[in-house]
């Protein structure tokens, strides 16, 4: 697996690192409010699970699966595949997403739920591609900013695979092709 990365974009301890100061802002945020974490699965997943534990105020947290409608990519039509159990009244709610990219998954994602009644809606993602937003979407927090090229790793797949990488990477050319 490691054969097929052609540099380490960021570490693994750049990472922890990272979400060591995202938790401590977030628990200084979210202080005395109904803090509920929502994943964007699947590759948001092991983001989700360190960043949660870097947080040190009480916090509830909900699952959600979308997809682009297959075959209409480019149209940015997007649906829920596992919706939320948790009701989101009175809630504070922080998506959680591994990369924040044209942003339609995202936009798609906030309407939904912010029909839901919540307190309020923020949008923490691990990665930034801001030269490649197309919707109207900023996040609240974010991990790290990187360039317009095709990551994988720690959560981020390319066709399922690599999402067990303990850091982020650019693959090789050739495995794309
Ligand atoms: P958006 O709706 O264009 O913002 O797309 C966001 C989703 O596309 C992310 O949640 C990822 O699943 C996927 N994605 C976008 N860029 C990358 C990448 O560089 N590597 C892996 N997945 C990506
Ligand atoms: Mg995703």
Do not use: H, W
Not at 84 to 89: C, G, H, K, Q, V
Not at 124 to 135: E, G, M, N
């Amino acid at each position: 697996m490691r054969n097929d990365i052609e540099k380490v974009l960021i570490s693994s301890e750049e990472i922890s690192k990272r979400i060591e100061e995202i938790g401590k802002q977030i628990s200084r945020d979210y202080e005395g409010k109904d803090l509920l974490m929502v994943s964007v699965l699947k590759g948001s997943f092991i983001f989700m699970s360190d960043l949660v534990r870097s947080v040190d105020i009480p916090l509830e947290v909900d699952f959600m699966m979308v997809s682009s409608y297959v075959g209409q990519v480019s149209s940015g039509a997007v649906k829920i595949v596992k919706d939320l159990d948790i009701p989101l009244e009175n809630k504070d709610i922080l998506i959680v997403e591994d990369i924040l990219d044209s942003g339609r998954t995202l936009e798609y994602i906030s309407s939904v739920l912010r029909v839901r009644n919540p307190n309020s809606i923020k949008i923490c993602t691990l990665l930034d591609k801001p030269s490649r937003r197309i919707a109207n979407i900023k996040a609240d927090y974010i991990g790290f900013e990187v360039p317009d090229e095709f990551v994988v790793g720690y959560g981020l797949d390319f066709n399922e695979k690599y999402r067990n990488l303990k850091y982020i990477g650019l693959l090789k050319p050739e495995i794309y092709n």
